[in-house]
């Protein structure tokens, strides 16, 4: 006979199914094809009108790659990300695909959130990580601006990569010369799921930053609380999957497993902000009470006990 609340034996029954698939992608991780795309220029420097014609115009140039070789859903997307209006500090079609757009007045705001997404996250599900950039600069106003940063190949939920910090790796060098462009003070990183790991591996040399933001996070890829100056904020919704994660690192020869402690424990160190019944998808939805919390994290005020 079974003991226990009912909703307890799910919960843990999803944490070992979700274990054992993670595992599993250790040895039959998943593939998938490349959409060819030309090598972009180097865009001028600087927060200029200049600079974000430059990379529309690679961003077309991509597009018309993709059309070419019969590519269809991403020669649409790209399309749509060249819209007039639209502004791109960087982009790179190759390998999954860069970005990087911007929301608000960036060049004359005096805070700015930079969101670091996690897995699954490309050129062809960009608008999932653009639609929760809108609602973010929507719910601040005219008080930040905001950064949708695609600045690394992330890993897919059910891939090798997840369980481990090397595509994260990979992203720190990107993540702190993107921070110190925009003045470390004045910029709040915001970094869900896997995310958090890019955040929590480039932490130590990010400088002083305004906030980090750990939201719906497996682990920050760290055995402790983050090396940073920063005031540390975690977050994670009740409904949220990731909660039936393990938070352990296991240190096998040649690789370590596992993304660390819970962001949202006590031993993390980082102040915990309420986020509602939302499950893994929800926190930047309008509305929703992580999205009131976090803007007020950004503009310096105080969020909900």
């Known amino acids: 006979m079974f ?16 274990a054992a698939a993670l595992a599993a992608s250790v040895v039959v991780p998943l593939s998938g094809s490349e959409v060819p795309a030309p ?9 200029t009108q200049a600079r974000y014609e430059a990379v529309r115009q690679d961003i077309l140039v991509a597009g018309r790659t993709a059309a070419a070789h019969g590519q269809a859903r991403r020669a649409a997307a790209l399309r749509a990300m060249a819209e007039p209006g639209r502004r791109f500090l960087f982009f790179d079609g190759r390998d999954g695909g ?12 005096s805070r700015v959130a930079v969101l670091v997404p996690g897995s699954d996250t490309g050129l062809d599900t960009y608008e999932r990580l653009r639609t929760g950039a809108r609602a973010l600069q929507e719910e601040l106003g005219g008080r930040a601006a905001v950064v949708a940063w695609l600045g690394y190949r992330t890993p897919g939920t059910l891939g090798a990569a997840v369980l481990t910090t090397g595509r994260a790796d990979d992203a720190v060098p990107a993540l702190r010369s993107f921070v110190r462009e925009l003045g470390p003070a004045r910029v709040s990183l915001l970094c869900h799921s896997y995310g958090a790991v ?3 591996r480039a932490a130590a040399g990010l400088g002083r930053l305004a906030n980090i933001v750990l939201y719906g996070a497996p682990g920050t890829g760290t055995d402790g609380p983050l090396r940073t100056p920063a005031p540390v904020w975690a977050a994670r919704g009740t409904r949220d999957w990731v909660a039936n994660v393990p938070h352990v690192r296991l240190r096998l020869p040649f690789l370590t497993l596992g993304l660390g402690p819970d962001p949202v424990a006590p031993s993390s160190g980082a102040r915990v902000v309420p986020a509602g019944d939302g499950g893994h998808s929800d926190y930047l939805r309008p509305g929703s009470p992580f999205l009131r919390n976090v803007a007020a994290i950004v503009t310096g005020a105080a969020p909900d006990a």
């Open 39 to 47: 090598a972009p220029r180097r865009p001028p420097e600087g927060l």
């Open 3 to 18: 003991t226990g609340s009912r909703p307890s034996m799910l919960a843990r029954l999803r944490g070992q199914a979700l």
């Open 198 to 200: 890019v955040c929590g």
């Open 98 to 109: 860069r970005a990087a757009e911007v929301f608000g007045d960036l060049a004359g705001a």
